[in-house]
Each structure stands twice: as structure tokens, then as C-alpha cells.
């Protein structure tokens, strides 16, 4: 069968005769594919990149963490590109080859990140299921219930982040709080502030 003359023939990449050139090409594509992965995700947006020289394949136990380990998440992206885009220096298509790259990437790797989170709350006791029902002021009172809340140095809490898809979001915003519910949030706050005071006790004395 004849192949079609109107597509130009894949030609792959001749081996780099200078291997420091290649690494530096590689890791330039790693660093941009990370940065263009948390722009692109707004959760990603709000967790700190801690950057190591090993990645383990098998699991491991975090510090501090009992009975339970972590297994890395392994990511396959595929760059599709023809030679003469980088020989020729197509930004244009460049570009194009780092998009499909960040789809392909965020596709595999989000998943995985909210089942390890699932798992690490569920091991922690801080699941909290609704059982089915739609998501309410109580219901978020009894997951705060549930998680260590530290303060700032004028004694605000600093609460965790809430992630809502855009409907959920706008429900969220348009609940209305109750006396009652008033009374249970700042009760909560005023025994994680006792909590947190003697943490930072102990701490200093180490």
C-alpha cells in the first residue's frame, strides 16, 4: 500500500553525541511539563513541589505515618513530534506537542492523586461520607471535626482548602448559616486552638 506523499514521513531524533546537551533537553522538558501541569489545574495550583533525586518504585511510609504507605504515582506521557518542528525551530508546533503532553499527563495523574488522598483520609479517620446526601453546612463541620487546624500569630484558624467543582461551589456560597451552627463552628475553634496551644508547648520543649 502506498503511503499518503502528503504526510511527511517520521524521521526519529539521530543519538546526541553530546549526552549533557541530551540531559538538559530532558530535564528542561520535565521542568516545563510540571509548570504548565499546575498552571492548567487549579488544585495543583495550591500544593508545594518538593523535589528529590529518587523517585522509589515500591511503597513507601511516609515520616510519622503508622500502618500505612505510599506508592508512587507513574505517569505515561507521550510527546508526539516530527523532526523537522524542532529542526526548523516551529514554536508553533512545539507548543502544540507540549499541550497534548499536559492533557495526556493531568488525564493520568489526577485520578491517581485523589485515590491516594482518598485512601490517606480514610486510614486517618478524616472521611467523612455523606451517605448519599447533598453536601451541608453540618456536614462540613463534622469533616473539620476531624482534622488538625493550626493558627497564625493573631489566632485565625488556617482552614484547609475546600474543593467544589463550579455547581457545588455556587451552592456552597448561597448556604446560610444557622445560630446553631454558628455556636458548634466557634466551640470547635475555640477547642483547636486549645489543641494547637499545646502542641506548640510540646514543641518548644523539644
Not at 181 to 205: G, N, T, V
Amino acid at each position: 500500500m502506498a503511503q499518503n506523499s502528503s504526510e511527511p514521513e517520521y524521521v526519529p531524533l539521530p543519538e546526541s553525541k553530546v549526552p549533557e546537551y541530551h540531559q538538559a533537553g530532558g530535564q528542561f522538558i520535565w521542568e516545563l511539563l510540571q509548570s504548565l501541569m499546575t498552571a492548567q489545574d487549579p488544585l495543583l495550583q495550591k500544593i508545594a513541589r518538593d523535589p528529590v533525586d529518587h523517585v522509589p518504585s515500591e511503597a513507601t511510609r511516609p515520616d510519622g505515618c503508622v500502618g500505612m504507605s505510599a506508592t508512587p504515582a507513574r505517569v505515561e506521557t507521550t510527546f508526539v513530534d516530527k523532526f523537522d518542528t524542532i529542526i526548523n525551530m516551529d514554536m508553533d508546533g512545539f507548543a502544540i506537542m507540549m499541550q497534548d503532553a499536559t492533557d495526556q499527563s493531568l488525564k493520568e495523574y489526577m485520578p491517581q492523586f485523589f485515590e491516594q488522598m482518598r485512601l490517606m483520609m480514610e486510614h486517618a479517620g478524616q472521611r467523612v461520607d455523606a451517605g448519599g446526601k447533598p453536601f451541608s453546612i453540618d456536614l462540613y463541620l463534622d469533616g473539620l471535626e476531624r482534622v488538625q487546624i493550626d493558627f497564625t500569630e493573631d489566632e485565625k484558624p488556617k482552614l484547609p482548602t475546600l474543593v467544589a467543582g463550579p455547581e457545588l461551589a455556587e451552592k456552597i456560597a448561597k448556604l446560610v448559616w444557622t445560630d446553631a451552627q454558628l455556636r458548634r463552628y466557634q466551640e470547635m475553634m475555640d477547642s483547636k486552638k486549645r489543641e494547637f496551644d499545646a502542641r506548640r508547648r510540646i514543641r518548644k520543649l523539644d
